[in-house]
């Protein structure tokens, strides 16, 4: 089937890409322009590996259709470091020990994101309601907690729970 | 990868329409549920029709007589912090902040989400199942801890798999329905089909026809309400058990109002049963047992989800008494 034209704008960016009527944001985005920060998990929409933000809000790549995102903005992983420094969010899951394997940092991050952009002081339950839909299977969850906890204006080390 | 199909995104109501009236069309609102089942083969398509230029179907607003409208295409995570409804209609609310995982519900329609297809894994697996036109339901004698226990007709055991759909059925909304024909308004209790009327089918939705808007008639003073569910998993789940309560208390009695269950039956399922319990009666500790009792009298559990008994009397006891103290 013939190709369409998408046109939408990727970490300040703006992308055209041609894409096929039934590709994913997420195989287009992985794929085709290269976001390989963006994972590949179930791909039904449970694990939130491949969680991006879609004009500032976080979905499920895995179960957007790529032509959906004509227009709007995306933001991947790779769009938050700048100049060679890591996004402050970043640097919290390194000095926090947040990251194991890595496969479900990305999406995490974005998420935390999310949360942080529009809430800077959440609670430890915003924090966990806003994670819920991102699945980690190393850290078992408390350091990734903890390095969102820090991100919170004259944080404790430790998160309270 | 999904398999190929055409995809338009039509600029009103009636070009959508038609295009979902051409053989092998789907609608796509939030797009999760749709692309899950395209890529679990439980149904084909081969044109894929976007509604989501279709800027009428936005939003949440009141309506003149102090109802409110909620556009098919307003987002589970807009519902769920809507002012309006929190204010008002508590229970809607509760029931859309349940609803799956954040980035579903910033995804995820309420018009979709009352469409939901059923989450049984015989349904969404390789097995012909009745519901998709073979002869057998797997569940009866198979896996069948998250299945109904109300409502099968001997037919199929699904849970109807919407947090929303109870809140909804509790406040009496209607779904208003756009086709062909012209636009009709269901209440949203007669939206719904049980297995008995007709198994392959969860909605009275005709080939062709989307739904474009919900409406929440005004609410009664006096009411109180909730949403209740229990899932097992604390991050994110399906219901094992829910309860949408929305009712009318005056001089400290229930005067009127609605018990709707989820993860029950194939269908949000009315317990005219509590109702009948409750309503006339103050809410003290003897009436809420009773209800409780009365709630699971004549369920039908399954070999495997009979544990939803206890768990159905405990919330629906827990709710009430919520419910009596305001």
Known sequence: ?161 | MLPNFKYVRPGSVEEAIDHLTSEGARVHAGGTDLLGCLRDNVFGALKVVSINALDDLRGIRQTPDRGVRIGALATITQVENHELINERYKGLAMGASEVASPQLRNQGTIGGNICQKPRCWYYRGEFHCIRKGGNLCYAFGGENQFHCIFGSDKKCCIVHPSDIAPALVAFDARVRVSGHKGDRLVPIEKFYVLPGEDVERETVLEAGEIVTEIILPPIIEGTRSSYRKVRARRSWDFALAGVALALVLKGGKVESGRVVLSGAAPVPWRSHTVEKVIIGQKLDSKTITRAAETAVHNAEPLAKNSYKIPLFKAIIEEELTKIAIG
């Open chain 1, 1 to 161: 089937m013939k190709k369409q034209l998408l046109s939408m704008n990727v970490n300040d960016e703006t992308i055209e890409v041609a894409v096929e009527a039934s590709a994913s944001l997420l195989e287009v985005l992985r794929d085709e322009l290269g976001y390989i920060g963006v994972k590949e998990g179930c791909s039904e929409g449970a694990c939130g590996a491949c969680t991006v933000l879609m004009d500032g809000r976080p979905v499920r790549s895995c179960l957007t259709l790529a032509l959906e995102a004509e227009g709007s903005s995306i933001t991947t992983i790779e769009g938050l470091a700048s100049g060679g420094q890591l996004h402050p969010i970043q640097q919290a899951f390194v000095d926090r020990g947040a990251v194991q394997c890595g496969f479900c940092t990305p999406g995490m991050i974005l998420s935390a994101k999310a949360l942080l952009d529009h809430n800077p002081n959440p609670s430890d339950e915003e924090i966990k309601d806003a994670l819920a839909g991102n699945f980690c299977r190393c850290t078992g969850y408390a350091k990734i907690l903890d390095a969102v906890c820090s991100l919170r204006p004259a944080s404790s080390s430790k998160p309270g729970r």
